[in-house]
């Protein structure tokens, strides 16, 4: 999953078609618990665009965002926000599935 690099770069990248952006920390315990999924997602769901968000590095557009809890998921398509899983809870393979089951693009 790409890494993103900048604020410039997660402008770009919104305006795009089909881009969710995960966020995450490399201390944070849910998060480890889903990396070995996130390759498997990027494969089954490949007409979308995959963007891991270290909260650290980008904690201002955490709080644009109301990202509080992390990991959380947040997708665009075409600059407009078309779905969000925002949450502290710790999120499945299916959890995750689901969300990106139910975003209308």
Same mark, same amino acid.
């Given at each position: ?6 604020? /410039?770069? @997660? /402008?770009?990248?919104?305006?795009? =078609? ?10 944070? %315990? ?5 990396? %070995? ?5 990027? *494969?089954?769901? %490949? ?8 909260? #650290?590095? @980008?904690?201002?557009?955490?709080? =644009? ?8 998921? *947040?997708?665009?398509? =075409?600059? $407009?926000?078309?779905?969000? @899983? ?8 299916? #959890?995750? /599935?689901?969300?990106? $089951?139910?975003? $209308?693009?």
């Amino acid at each position: 999953m790409e890494a993103l690099q900048s604020m /410039e770069q @997660f /402008e770009q990248l919104k305006g795009e =078609e089909r881009t969710i952006f995960m966020f995450t920390a490399s201390w944070c %315990p849910d998060c480890t618990v889903i990396e %070995p999924i996130l390759p498997r997602l990027e *494969v089954d769901y %490949p007409e979308y665009t995959f963007v891991s968000v270290d909260r #650290d590095q @980008f904690i201002d557009l955490c709080g =644009e965002l109301n990202i509080f809890g992390i990991p959380s998921f *947040v997708a665009f398509n =075409e600059g $407009n926000e078309v779905g969000r @899983f925002v949450s502290k809870d710790r999120k499945t393979q299916a #959890d995750i /599935e689901a969300f990106i $089951n139910g975003i $209308n693009v």
